[in-house]
Every structure is written in C-alpha cells, then in structure tokens.
C-alpha cells in the first residue's frame, strides 16, 4: 500500500507511458524469433516484469495500470498504445493460424526501442520475464497468470500493485490451523 493506505493501481514514472511504449517495442524486438508470440505473451511478459519488480523493490518497470481480461492481466492502455504504434509504422501484426487452432496476432517491432528511461535492474526483469515466458504457448502463459492476484478481480477491474505479495502457493495444513487460531483470537472473519 502506498504511505497513505491506498492501493497503487498506477506508479508514476519518469517518461509516463512512453515507458510501456518502449517497452512493447523492446520485448517485440525480443521476441522476433519466438516460435510462439503474439499479444496474450506481450502481456503477460510486462505483467510478470511489473509485479515482480514490484514484489522485490517495491517499484514496478512501467507504472502502468493493468487489469483483469479473460487471457489474464494486461495493461488498460495496451489497445491504444498497440493502435498508435501501428498507425505511425512502428509496429505490424502478423496474423498466423496455430496448430492448435488459435490465431496468433504477432506484433512484429518495425522501429526501434529507446530505452533510456529504463535502468539496468528495469531491463533485467523484463529479459527473465521473457525468458520465463519463451517456450509457452499463449493458452500456457494466460493459464500462469491467473493466480490469486487475477482471481481477486472482477473482470476489467484494476489489479492493485499490491497483488504481487499474494501468493499461489498452498499454505501448509498446520500454517492454516495456526493462522485460523490467530484469527480467532483476533475476532477475523471470513465473508
């Protein structure tokens, strides 16, 4: 939470969305020769960058505000951001028929990222997230990203930074009996 008690749904950074801008441009860069790539990845890459920065030092790469869609989360500005790109030429869509079936729409990079808004530790969680995300599918990353953090939302609701300190793993049957008598000494309920 911020100093205040609220939420952090966005993180103002130097260079505003002109950092998620380049950032798209850096990992479709990337990502050319993925054999599988397309927007689901994209997002789920900035996603896992985000939140894990967030998680480790408590300051994302981008700042921007992501939300919850049905392949998972992905930031509420990327259809604008993907259209302005597209219309001054610095992205493409390619539009290629999987064997699964799925159509993927690979943002192809056509102009090059400038990434001097962004410091070495910002790049380094966007590498490992591609790296994480490489040999996935699109159905296998948005499957990953709906943890707890995804669950907690209402469809199209704002995913708090916060989230990144949710975790998916299961608590351990005396953890829960431990935290369940704390809980009841405090007077917690559950809804």
Not at 27 to 43: I, P, Q, S
Not at 51 to 80: C, D, H, I, N, S
Not at 133 to 143: F, G, H, L, N, R
Request: charged share 30%.
């Amino acid at each position: 939470m911020s100093e205040r008690g609220t939420l952090s749904f966005r993180i103002e950074l130097p260079g505003g969305q002109a950092r998620l801008r380049e950032l798209v441009l850096h990992v479709c860069t990337r990502c050319g020769d993925a054999e599988r790539f397309g927007k689901v990845k994209l997002n789920k890459i900035l996603w896992r960058a985000d939140f894990k920065a967030f998680a480790e030092r408590r300051l994302p790469v981008t700042g921007r505000t992501y939300q919850k869609l049905a392949a998972g989360p992905a930031p509420l500005e990327m259809p604008l951001v993907l259209a302005e790109l597209e219309a001054e030429g610095s992205i493409a869509f390619s539009r290629r028929e999987m064997a699964d079936g799925y159509i993927e729409l690979r943002p192809i990079a056509k102009a090059a990222p400038s990434l001097r808004a962004f410091s070495p530790d910002d790049i380094d969680y966007v590498e490992e997230a591609i790296r994480f995300y490489w040999s996935m599918s699109a159905t296998q990353a948005s499957d990953l990203s709906h943890g707890v953090a995804w669950r907690s939302r209402k469809f199209l609701d704002p995913i708090p930074y916060e989230a990144a300190f949710l975790s998916d793993v299961r608590m351990a049957a005396e953890e829960r009996l431990r935290f369940g008598a704390m809980a009841a000494a405090k007077g917690w309920t559950t809804l």
